[in-house]
């Protein structure tokens, strides 16, 4: 089936504009993540849905960002006020923890450049 | 502080031979370690994991050793072929008590020559 998608795949954009990052998970899966990598760094969490529901925004870097999860489905990060730090490459995962697993499944990623 | 530790930023091997990728964690919480690989402009693709409650697994070329005691994980690719060069990550997850975002290491990138 298909994987998980997200859109745009790059997004350019100035420093003080709001963003909108969509995610697509794999169907059927309850869990979702986003994650960013910045240049020459680790994957780092930013928060996690299970169904639409978000018990861990601990990851999420400050108050600029915030994520939603509608249907138990798709999601968006928004992040307002960008700032030139805040570029990045935006990763969104999901996967089956209803079944006991925990392996996510990544998209490929939206590549925000902040100008 | 980096929980999760991959201490060599490239690896470079002949193909045909093993190739051994480490990994090594703090958090004494994690219970379920992964392998991502992942190729330029694309998003990790899940190799191999591997529960707390054992010390190897096993997917076709690749074997995963877990040394609980050490706090010490490796990837085993044999034998290594051209296209397994891409950047590997190593992740962890259950230090959040369930609402497991995944921690992960910076990354080893494997090259492997022909």
């Known amino acids: 089936g298909a994987g998980v998608s997200q859109s745009p795949s790059n997004k350019v954009t100035e420093k003080g504009k709001d963003v909108e990052l969509r995610c697509d998970p794999i169907?059927?899966?309850?869990?979702l993540y986003w994650y960013r990598q910045s240049l020459g760094q680790g994957l780092e969490f930013l928060i996690y849905?299970?169904?639409?529901?978000?018990?861990?925004k601990s990851g999420l870097p400050s108050d600029r960002f915030s994520a939603e999860r509608t249907g138990g489905s798709v999601s968006t990060l928004t992040i307002q006020r960008t700032q030139q730090e805040d570029s990045a490459v935006y990763l969104c995962?999901?996967?089956?923890?209803?079944?006991?697993?925990?392996?996510?499944?990544f998209g490929p990623g939206t590549r925000l450049t902040v100008l | 502080d980096q929980q999760v530790k991959q201490n060599s930023p490239s690896l470079s091997v002949q193909e045909g031979r093993i190739s051994i990728l480490n990994c090594d964690y703090t958090?004494?919480?994690?219970?379920?370690f992964l392998w991502y690989k992942k190729y330029p402009a694309e998003g990790p693709t899940f190799l191999i994991s591997?529960?707390?409650?054992?010390d190897k697994n096993e997917d076709g070329r690749f074997t995963v050793f877990l040394n609980k005691s050490a706090k010490h994980l490796s990837l085993h690719i044999v034998p290594s072929q051209p296209g397994d060069s891409a950047v590997y990550f190593c992740?962890?997850?259950?230090?959040?008590?369930?609402?497991?975002?995944?921690?992960f290491g910076k990354g080893t990138h494997l090259i492997i020559q022909p």
């Open positions: 995962a999901s996967s089956d923890k209803l079944a006991g697993t925990d392996t996510q499944y």
């Open positions: 169907s059927g899966h309850t869990a």
């Open positions: 849905f299970q169904g639409n529901s978000a018990p861990d």
């Open positions: 958090n004494s919480m994690f219970d379920y």
């Open positions: 591997i529960s707390s409650i054992k």
């Open positions: 992740a962890a997850s259950g230090a959040r008590g369930g609402a497991d975002g995944l921690t």
